[in-house]
């Protein structure tokens, strides 16, 4: 496996591979990688000849008075993983944008509700960055995590809407042993905000499960839920069109439950199918 | 010369000829079509093995009270006109967006002044569509005219922002015989107006001469161009940096003079270089 810190120099061997015939495949992360994320480099594994991982703790998708300054980092442990998963060549940019970096990509409608209410801006980076990783690396499949729900919609929207040639994928959310969706800032919670915090997935199981029963009033849904979470501040806990993103009562087509909550200084987030 | 309406076929076929090796180039138009627009043909034919031009009328850059319902169409005109030019694909799509397009790309800093100030949105539309035709046509260069100044500065650096592996080539400005410079807009012009239309071009040349005779007073240089203007409104005049398009007071860099200016409800723009 290599490292590559040089953009252009990614690209030129991008699309030299893509002239060759080769298939590209992609995963962009924040790093301090987990099983989710090593989770996705194993799908992609699969699809392609040449895998890439990039590395970058994207600042244009955090707010102001976010982690960007103490998210956590362990590039060694990551290099070791994205060699287990079978990555080719890593991509750990020191900068990514130019000085004077001008283009922003938007997804409106899909954005305005959940986490985009509460992170004015967060989408319109992660847009813009996977757009510019995109362009560097031209791959014909990336994989992104079902963990992050809204953000694959948005994704998936933005490469239709540009007509971009590459296949998005979702791979599916990873759990802990007790439940909780594995997170990198789940580093951040002490043991007792651990147990409290494992209330988001027990909540995304009750609301399944009465789903699965036949339920099919959000409402009645929504309280079960809301019964079981022992956060410290709820962000929001919904039960959306699984395409849409939008807010719906009745489960009359294919739903997803969504929560997000604060443990202390830390938010978590959290979904299930309501299939 | 073929013709394509379908933008997801065209896409099969620009993929399938990038991956038999192949070179794409691409000139998108609004259509009719002058030799303005058939000169950056001739400018992509020479640089590609697969050329095509886009007639596409994009609404997404046409404000409110824009002239989005009266602008000129021919299509079998243009037709003619971009088979003598050697163009291989016309594609002419019918719609080009899905009912829920929700993606904006937003070039900020190159588009608040000049044309950005007074059509707000505008340049928003320019880069969504180029973004959206790059991703269906695939293509390796990309020729856009040096007659929308401010355009070509802001696709150039969309396209460096977003790692998008095209070469933007900017042609050089066509004139009419009377110095004017071609725009599909001088057809909505009376004969009266065009006879003043021309005072955009006179003072172009005005001020590029005093900058060839040595003047660096930008003020100086604005003050004859302004003197030969006989415009029913102007919008705007101004020497500005080549690149960043700031205003400039001192030629000591790269400079260019621009103009735009009413005549009736027809708008009209201009620029030289002031080397």
């Not at 000849?49 to 244009?60: F, K, Q, R, T």
């Not at 209330?199 to 959000?218: I, N, P």
């Not at 849409?244 to 739903?255: C, K, M």
Request: proline fraction near 4%.
């Amino acid at each position: 496996m290599r490292t590559e810190t040089d953009p252009l120099g990614l690209q030129r061997e991008a699309l030299r591979r893509r002239a060759r015939g080769e298939t590209i495949g992609f995963v962009p992360t924040m790093g301090y990688l987990h099983e989710g994320h090593t989770s996705l480099m194993t799908i992609a594994r699969e699809r392609c000849d040449w895998l890439v991982a990039s590395i970058y703790v994207n600042p244009l998708q955090f707010g102001a008075g976010e982690d960007l300054d103490r998210y956590p980092r362990d590039l060694k442990g990551d290099a070791h993983k994205c060699e287990k998963a079978g990555v080719d060549l890593i991509f750990v940019p020191d900068t990514l944008y130019a000085d004077d970096h001008s283009t922003t990509i938007a997804v409106d409608k899909l954005t305005t509700g959940l986490c985009g209410a509460s992170r004015p801006g967060h989408f319109n980076g992660v847009t813009t960055v996977v757009a510019r990783l995109f362009g560097l690396i031209q791959p014909h499949v990336a994989v992104f995590g079902e963990k992050d729900y809204q953000q694959l919609a948005v994704i998936r929207r933005m490469v239709r809407d540009l007509a971009m040639p590459i296949e998005v994928v979702g791979g599916p959310l990873v759990r802990d042993d007790d439940g909780m969706a594995l997170s990198s800032r789940n580093a951040y919670l002490s043991p007792e905000a651990r147990l409290r915090g494992r209330s988001l997935s027990q909540a995304m199981f009750t609301m399944q499960r009465l789903a699965q029963e036949g339920e099919t009033s959000a409402k009645l849904i929504l309280d079960a839920g809301q019964q079981v979470l022992q956060v410290d501040r709820l962000d929001y806990l919904q039960v959306v069109d699984a395409h849409t993103l939008a807010p719906i009562a009745v489960l009359d087509r294919p739903a997803r439950a969504v929560v997000a909550a604060w443990m202390g200084a830390t938010r978590l987030i959290d979904n299930v199918d309501l299939a």
